[in-house]
């Protein structure tokens, strides 16, 4: 079964620096997201991407995050200039339609900013 | 405001007992519903979606949810509980033209012997 992989699985950063997060969804998906899950809270929407551009995104996305789909398999989020509290678990997550299609995640990446 | 809510943030059965993980939404419109399943060090697996074709939908693992639009609940459950259910489950709403999932807070199960 076809399933969204994300690299790395584990990433350690120092604070101030640019972290990239690797995501290949499911090949004939057409929507892509990206969510958070800080340790002991919910999971939270980021953003979401379409058509090649943002449809949808969160306050937490802010000038700091963006996301690129560079190359028609890869979708990527960037954080520029990280901070402590970036510190979470990130999920990719792709469907192929909105409304009842079920959004298929990836196994996450863990990010821990020093 | 659109939201969703998981009573009890931790549940313990015993083995063979009957599951119940509450799920209640806050909503003008009847969303698209979803429960998904988070193990140990993985992402996210659906369990089960409700789409509105009925109200009662069976999912992976012998897990079923009921939609109850007079009580805006999605409990999700499951007759007799297995060592291997022992997980955090999530309940999630997407709203009608919506993209993005809204999640509970979460439940975690255990499973005791």
């Known amino acids: 079964e076809p399933e969204v992989t994300q690299t790395p699985s584990h990433q350690v950063t120092q604070m101030g620096q640019e972290v990239i997060l690797r995501c290949v969804p499911i090949?004939?998906?057409?929507?892509f997201y990206w969510y958070r899950q800080i340790l002991g809270q919910k999971v939270e929407f980021l953003v979401s991407?379409?058509?090649?551009?943002?449809?949808?995104k969160s306050e937490i996305f802010d000038d700091q995050f963006s996301v690129e789909r560079p190359d028609g398999s890869n979708f990527t989020l960037k954080i520029r200039s990280t901070k402590l509290e970036d510190s979470a678990m990130y999920f990719c997550a792709s469907s192929v339609g909105q409304n009842n299609q079920p959004q298929h995640f990836g196994d996450g990446t863990r990010l821990s900013i020093l | 405001a659109q939201s969703v809510t998981q009573l009890g943030s931790h549940v313990s059965v015993s083995e063979g007992a009957l599951v119940l993980l509450r799920c209640n939404y806050s909503s003008s419109v009847p969303p698209y519903l979803f429960w998904y399943v988070q193990y140990p060090n993985q992402g996210l697996q659906l369990l089960l979606k409700y789409t509105s074709a009925a109200t009662l939908v069976k999912g992976i693992n012998g897990f079923e949810a009921e939609f109850k639009k007079s009580e805006t609940s999605f409990h999700l459950t499951k007759p007799s509980a297995h060592m291997s259910d022992a997980a955090e489950y999530f309940c999630?709403?997407?709203?009608?033209?919506?993209?993005?999932?809204?999640f509970g807070q979460g439940t975690e199960l255990s499973v005791k012997p």
């Open positions: 991407f379409y058509n090649n551009e943002i449809s949808e």
């Open positions: 999630a709403v997407r709203f009608p033209q919506g993209g993005k999932l809204i």
């Open positions: 090949s004939n998906h057409l929507y």
